[in-house]
């Protein structure tokens, strides 16, 4: 009886060596289940540039000067220059001043005075090597401190559509500050680039200068990204991509909504419920 105790309390470490070995091969496999799953698999259901295949190759993040990654892309237009310059003014938003010394004070004035400045200029940021092509804003309160801004290039001569396209990065300015990464004095921004973006189409729409939208892929679902600034933003990962009116012919029609593969639907609908559970 002893010896069997001792057999049973001490086994043999064979047999141990065998269940250490066991347990870490199943966490190998769990572990490269969860890898293939989550950054394989899910993201090839929910990738897609069926409405607009020419963005299929492309980055979807700017860059600062210093080549930090800086804001995702997040809406686009179609339509041309004067389409969008027509389109963005008739929704209220103000093409932004360039950088120079004078816009650079008055930007300072405008917030240590709490004064109007409705297009004060926006810092630069890079995508496919180049600075913004266009810039626009929506002030928020009395200065500059506070303001909806978004950044636009044209990153396709013609689309699917036939007519160029457009690809923004629009944000909510939250507050000034220092840079968390290079010291240098900046904006802030609200870390719910979604609502930015519904802001901004929600405009559009109400002005009667889209058609249609649809949307595609642009950084995938993420929680705590991080713009050039340092920033925490999250976002669903979409692009929504609007039909702009020709030569600024406001419709008043119902804006066609083009749906997305089903398994981006499901996506966006677990990642909107999963969102409203955590309280953002």
Known sequence: MDAQADINANPDPA????????????????????????????????THYEHQKGLASLPMVT???????GDPMNIGLIGDVRDVVCAMHQAGWYPA?????????????SVLLDRPYKDAPVSSLFY?????????????????????????????????????VWLGAATLDRSVGISHYTGAVTHHI???LDEERALLAGDLESAGMVTAKYQVTGIGPTFDGRNGGGDLYFTDGEIWV????????????PVE???????TEFKDQVWHAVMQAIGK
Not at 63 to 69: F, H, L, M, Y
Not at 132 to 144: H, I, M, N, Q, R
């Open 15 to 46: 047999r141990r060596r065998g269940r250490l070995r066991r347990a870490q091969l199943l966490l190998l496999l769990v572990l490269t289940t969860y890898l293939l799953v989550a950054y394989l698999l899910l993201p090839a259901f929910w």
């Open 63 to 69: 860059r600062t000067a210093q080549g930090i990654p």
């Open 97 to 109: 001043d360039p950088v120079t010394l004078r816009s650079s004070i008055a930007i300072v004035g």
């Open 128 to 164: 496919l090597g180049r600075r913004e092509d266009l810039a626009f804003e929506k002030p928020v309160g009395s200065s500059a401190d506070r303001r909806n801004h978004v950044r636009f290039w044209k990153v396709l001569d013609q689309g699917e559509e036939k007519r160029p």
């Open 190 to 192: 609200a870390a719910d």
């Open 242 to 253: 609007l039909r702009l009116v020709e030569a600024c012919s406001r419709h008043d029609g």
């Open 257 to 263: 909504r083009i749906p997305s593969p089903a398994m």
